[in-house]
């Protein structure tokens, strides 16, 4: 089997090494449309815009229409399973000792409370939630970083290790030690 020599068609194509075109690439806008184009809008108004608009294509309409369809339509799907058990996990305890013990006081999960919590519970982690919209939240520490352990417990002193019998007894018997 050859290895080498000459292949027909083999190699870097015969002309120059960069071709030159003239004007703008295919597909790309020119100033008139992109003068067109709105600026502030936001995606879903732009659907809204293309669909509501008469002189468009119509395939164009058609696959925004699609497009808005399916966003509308995802608002106000109701969680599944797996989700709802998630919402119902954050939400465990709350108005309970425990939530107080395992939480820093006022907080509360950023989610909308779950249906199943009892309404008076509720409406107390609505008011709350809404409370904590409206403060500034403070910086986390001087240079932008989570609180470190010490930082948040303050400081902290050996504790004193309580006495037991077998140290009284070995005091006892060993007149060298002091108590």
Not at 40 to 48: D, P, Q, R, T, V
Not at 145 to 171: F, N, Q, V
Request: some cysteine; aromatic content about 4%; overall charge positive.
């Amino acid at each position: 089997m050859p290895k080498g020599g000459y292949r027909a068609a083999a190699g870097r194509p015969p002309g120059p090494l960069l071709k030159r075109t003239a004007g703008r690439p295919p597909g790309s806008r020119n100033k008139k449309t992109l003068a067109k184009l709105p600026t502030n809008m936001s995606g879903i108004e732009y659907l809204h815009a293309v669909v509501n608009d008469k002189e468009a294509d119509v395939m164009r309409r058609d696959r925004a229409a699609g497009i808005l369809a399916s966003i509308e339509a995802r608002r106000g799907i109701a969680p599944g399973k797996k989700q709802q058990a998630a919402l119902e996990a954050q939400w465990s305890g709350y108005g309970t000792d425990w939530w107080d013990i395992l939480h820093r006081d006022g907080e509360v999960p950023s989610s909308s409370p779950p249906l199943s919590l009892e309404p008076e519970i509720r409406a107390k982690a609505l008011a709350e939630q809404q409370r904590q919209q409206r403060q500034p939240k403070a910086p986390q520490s001087a240079c932008g970083t989570p609180p470190s352990w010490d930082e948040l417990l303050g400081p902290r002193l050996p504790r004193e290790i309580p006495r037991s019998e077998d140290d009284e007894w070995d005091a006892d018997l060993d007149p060298a030690r002091t108590r």
